[in-house]
């Protein structure tokens, strides 16, 4: 007899925990980094930090040499005074970690699921930019679940693999840009066929 009231009221309570907004999820970063400042200004493209992206199903995140090819010698400047003595506070972090013989832990933002097998070389081999899933990266200065396109569904997915994508010489025919991930510096090509994405089940549940 106790258990039955017991058991009704745990039922209650789940049904009103799924009804409860999730928390806000964190995304603050061990280091303030600027995608803006590295993209937009410093004219880099996303392969340079995440260099498996085009030859791996992950895209990788830098590794501490990465960052020191360049703040080795680039201490960190801006016009304005503030946002420049911010990046130097970054770099001066970096440089802790680097001393320290520390990996930086960076936060994954843009995750999916374990049951989901996603390639990143297969997308961008064929041609789709990264602003097609993360967004216009170059626009932010700091990254979130909010700044994205698209909220990564099974639904979105199927959408793009079920209508047909033009191409120009057998790639995605996309807007031609300064760098990958940047600004665009031509319109698309006058497309010459069509590329329709696998619905197999397994491509993405393995």
């Known amino acids: ?26 995304y603050s970063q061990p280091i303030e980094f600027s995608h803006k400042i590295h993209i937009e200004k410093g004219e880099i493209p996303c ?11 992950n895209s990788g995140a830098p590794a501490m040499a990465s960052c020191f090819g360049c703040h080795s010698v680039i201490a ?25 013989k520390k990996s930086v832990p960076w936060k994954k933002i843009h995750d999916l699921p374990d049951f989901v097998y996603f390639s ?12 097609e899933c ?24 199927m959408k793009c693999h079920t209508e047909s994508q033009q191409t120009v010489g057998g790639k995605i025919a996309g807007p031609a840009r300064k760098t990958r991930g940047g600004e665009i510096v031509r319109q698309a090509q006058q497309p010459d066929g069509i590329l329709l994405g696998s619905k197999d089940c397994y491509t993405c549940h393995k």
Do not use: N
């Open 76 to 100: 960190g400047s801006d016009e304005d005074p503030q946002k420049a003595a911010k990046y130097q506070d970054a770099i001066k972090k970096l440089l802790e970690y680097k001393s320290g």
């Open 134 to 157: 993360h967004g216009e990266i170059a626009q932010h200065e700091v990254l979130s679940a909010e700044t994205m396109i698209t909220d990564l569904s099974m639904g979105w997915c």
């Open 120 to 131: 990143h070389k297969r997308h961008i081999q064929i041609g789709f930019d990264c602003t």
């Open 1 to 26: 007899m106790i258990i039955l009231p017991v058991f009704l009221y745990s039922l209650v309570e789940l049904a009103r925990g799924t009804s409860q907004p999730a928390e806000p999820t964190e």
């Open 47 to 57: 392969e340079f930090c995440h260099i498996y992206a085009r030859r791996s199903v």
